[in-house]
C-alpha cells in the first residue's frame, strides 16, 4: 500500500511564503508524475503543478512566476515552494503520484492522493 504524507501548510499573510512536502511511503518502485492540486470548498479541484521523473515541471499560469516544484526521486518526495502568496491560494492542497508502480504488482501503475494540508493566506 502506498501512502502520500503532506506536511507544511499552514497561515501566512499575503507576500509571504510557504513550503509544502509530500513523502510517499510504501514498496515503491518508480513513481513517473508527481504533483500538487488544490481544492476550496464546493468548487472541483485543480491543477497547480506537477514534475515528472525526469525533472520537467509544468505550472498553472495562476502560478507560475510564484511557485516552484521540485522531487527527489531517491525519497519518493516532492515539494511547492510557494512564494509571494495571495488571498486567493487559500486552499486545500493535495499531493498527487501519478504512474505509481509498486514492486509486488510490476505491470500494475497507479494514482494516489495525500490527505491535503491547508493553506491560508490572510489579506
Known amino acids: 500500500q502506498v501512502q502520500l504524507v503532506e506536511s507544511g501548510g499552514g497561515l501566512v499573510q499575503a507576500g509571504g511564503s510557504l513550503r509544502l512536502s509530500c513523502a510517499a511511503s510504501?514498496?515503491?518502485?518508480?513513481?513517473?508524475?508527481m504533483g500538487w492540486y488544490r481544492q476550496a470548498p464546493g468548487r472541483q479541484r485543480e491543477w497547480v503543478a506537477t514534475?515528472?521523473?525526469?525533472?520537467?515541471?509544468n505550472y498553472a499560469d495562476s502560478v507560475k512566476g510564484r511557485f516552484s516544484i521540485s522531487r527527489d526521486n531517491a525519497k519518493n518526495t516532492v515539494s511547492l515552494q510557494m512564494n509571494s502568496l495571495k488571498p486567493e491560494d487559500t486552499y486545500v492542497y493535495y499531493c498527487?503520484?501519478?504512474?505509481?508502480?509498486?514492486?509486488?504488482?510490476?505491470?500494475?501503475?497507479?494514482?494516489?492522493w495525500g490527505q491535503g494540508t491547508q493553506v491560508t493566506v490572510s489579506s
Open positions: 498527487n503520484a501519478d504512474g505509481v508502480v509498486v514492486t509486488t504488482t510490476p505491470w500494475l501503475s497507479k494514482r494516489y
Open positions: 510504501g514498496s515503491i518502485r518508480s513513481i513517473n508524475v
Open positions: 514534475i515528472t521523473s525526469g525533472g520537467t515541471t
